[in-house]
Structure formats: structure tokens, C-alpha cells
């Protein structure tokens, strides 16, 4: 399907291609010159941050999936290089293999130390195929419980980065106990006595995203989804064509602020302007200061209290109330 902010991609991309051409020119030129050049060069600066700043304060819900698959978007390593220092990352779930879809391992963020895990796409075509466009096998599943639980042991806070379209669907998936995997981890974060933030950072699809999403905070960034299926799923079962994915993307309340308002996640954090993709570094900054707010008052409670809080706070979630009829 086409991508809905191609064109206004396209358009921003021109307009940079035009800066970029002044800017070598303004270098070439004597003073004189070099003035006229540069004051062009500001009136196209200000029109690309005008128009990117217009354009993405009014996305629609399938608008913004596209955002959040956007190429160019930060991973969950491109993060934990930015956010965490003395990352040493683990391998392998001890029973069968490594899956390089989901990455795990320990860093320090602020020097806390912590355990990181979370699914990884690729940057090129290469990579994305090595990665297996971050759709995890059983084997990633257990490999990060692997490392959650070494958490436990050693009272590390946990905190999962979410970013895939679902759980690999293949044969050798289910043969090797995919729908198992991820109950497992469901059972077992749910009752873990350290605390454990999740944060959405582009695609979180099905039971692929909530493996490694019960905790104690579940954050989003601006433009990501979070949904127990994709829009265009969704849309081959309901209208047996992809093509309606944008009606769906509507109807199943994926976005942010939707999610928000009905209790499924606790915050919200914006992106720069134009996305992600536009600000790397203050995206990642944004990121780090909440994380480092939500763990400071998580690491306030006992196990116990939290524990107690995240069984609660899954509890509540979906419940609805009939009113009695009046007589």
C-alpha cells in the first residue's frame, strides 16, 4: 500500500536537497555573495520546519503507523547506545539458539545499572533479514526471560523496548513453541519483584510486542502503535483486503493517545518535530529523563507493593460496568 506521507516526505526531502545546495554554494562565495545566499538558505530552512511542524501536529491514526515504520526511525540499539553506558550485551536462550530479533543485556543508565531487552530491526535490507524485521522467535523470547530473571536474582530494574510488527508466524515458530514462549513470559513479568518500564518506540504488534510489555509502566513515544494486530491484519480479516488498512488503523484505537485515554499505557512521550527519525538525540534525551523518573519512584516500592500494583493495574484493564436498567 502507499505510504501515505510519501509525498510530504518527498517534499521535505527536496527542500533539504535545496539547503544542502545553497549551503556549499554560501561556502564557495565571497562576503557579499555569501550574504544573498544565506538569506535564502534561512527562508527555506524556515519554510522545511514550517511545513514538518504543520504536517505532523494533524496525523491521522494510519498516519501515524506510517510514521512509526518510518526507515529512518532509531532502533532499540540506536537508543541504548545513546541513553546507556557499559552496555554488554547477552546471547543465546540456553535451550536452542540466538535470535538476533530480540537483544538483551545489561548497561547503566545514570550509573544505575539495569537490564535492557527489546526487539531489534535492521537498518538495510541485510540487516533486516539477519533481524527477521524484528518478528522474534521462541528462542527470543526465552533468551530474554533468560536475562529478566538474571535480573531478579541480582535486583536489577528492567526495561524492555518494544518495536516489532509480531512474533514470527512461521512453522519452525510454532514448531518450536512460539504461543508457550510468550505465555511463559506473560506468567513470569507479571510476578518478578523488580521493577520493569516499557516503552513502545515504534510497532507494537500482538503477543510479538506484550512478551516483553507487562510492567509496572508501559510508556509510548508520540507516533507509535500498540495493538493486538496490525492494521492491515485487521483489515484481510474484516474487509479480506489490506487496502482498507487506514479504516482499521481507526477503528482498533492503536495510537497513543487513544491508548492513553482508556488505561492501556501511563505516558505519553512527544517527539520532535517531524518524528523520531528528524532529532535522534533529542528523542533519546526525552526518553532517558523518563525513564529515569519512572525508576526513581518504582525503586521506592517493595517487591511485594509491585508486584501487587502490576497484577492490579493488568486487572483493570478492559473492564466494563452494565448499568442497571431503571424500572
Known amino acids: 500500500m502507499l505510504n501515505p506521507l510519501s509525498d510530504f516526505e518527498r517534499n521535505v526531502r527536496d527542500l533539504q536537497a535545496h539547503i544542502d545546495e545553497l549551503r556549499n554554494i554560501a561556502a564557495k562565495k565571497g562576503d557579499g555573495d555569501a550574504q544573498v545566499v544565506n538569506a535564502a538558505l534561512e527562508n527555506l530552512v524556515s519554510q522545511t520546519t514550517h511545513l514538518r511542524s504543520r504536517r505532523y501536529a494533524n496525523l ?16 532499540t540499539l540506536d537508543y541504548v547506545d545513546m541513553i546507556f553506558s557499559d552496555w554488554v550485551e547477552l546471547h543465546g536462550d540456553r535451550r536452542f539458539a540466538d535470535d538476533p530479533a530480540m537483544v538483551c543485556g545489561l548497561a547503566r543508565l545514570n550509573g544505575r545499572s539495569v537490564a535492557i531487552i527489546g526487539q531489534q530491526k535492521g537498518r538495510d535490507t541485510k540487516k533486516r533479514i539477519h533481524r527477521n524485521y524484528a518478528m522474534p522467535h521462541p528462542e527470543g523470547y526465552r533468551k530474554a526471560l533468560r536475562v529478566m530473571e538474571l535480573a531478579q536474582r541480582f535486583h536489577l530494574p528492567i526495561v524492555a523496548f518494544v518495536d516489532t510488527p509480531g512474533a514470527y508466524p512461521g ?66 480479516i474484516l474487509w479480506r483486503t489490506p487496502e482498507m488498512a487506514p479504516a482499521a488503523a481507526e477503528a482498533l484505537q492503536l495510537a497513543a493517545p487513544q491508548l492513553e485515554k482508556i488505561g492501556v ?6 517527539e520532535p518535530a517531524g518524528g523520531a527519525h528528524a532529532n535522534w538525540k533529542e528523542m533519546a534525551a526525552a526518553i532517558r529523563d523518563r525513564l529515569q523518573a519512572h525508576l526513581d519512584e518504582l525503586l521506592e516500592l517493595s517487591g511485594a507493593e509491585l508486584v501487587q500494583r502490576r497484577i492490579e493495574r493488568f486487572s483493570s484493564v478492559g473492564v466494563w460496568h452494565e448499568k442497571e436498567k431503571s424500572s
Open 60 to 75: 491521522t491514526t494510519w498516519e501515524r503507523v506510517q510514521v512509526a515504520r518510518h526507515p529512518e526511525r532509531p532502533h
Open 171 to 236: 512453522i519452525a515458530s510454532e514448531e518450536r513453541g512460539i504461543a508457550e514462549a510468550i505465555a511463559v513470559n506473560l506468567r513470569e513479568m507479571a510476578v518478578m519483584d523488580v521493577p520493569i518500564l516499557a516503552i513502545v518506540i515504534g510497532e507494537g504488534g500482538s503477543g510479538g510486542a506484550l512478551g516483553i510489555a507487562v510492567a509496572d509502566r508501559v510508556l509510548m513515544l508520540e507516533n507509535s502503535w500498540y495493538c493486538v494486530i496490525s492494521p492491515e491484519g485487521c483489515a484481510s
Open 265 to 270: 499505557i501511563d505516558e505519553i512521550i512527544p
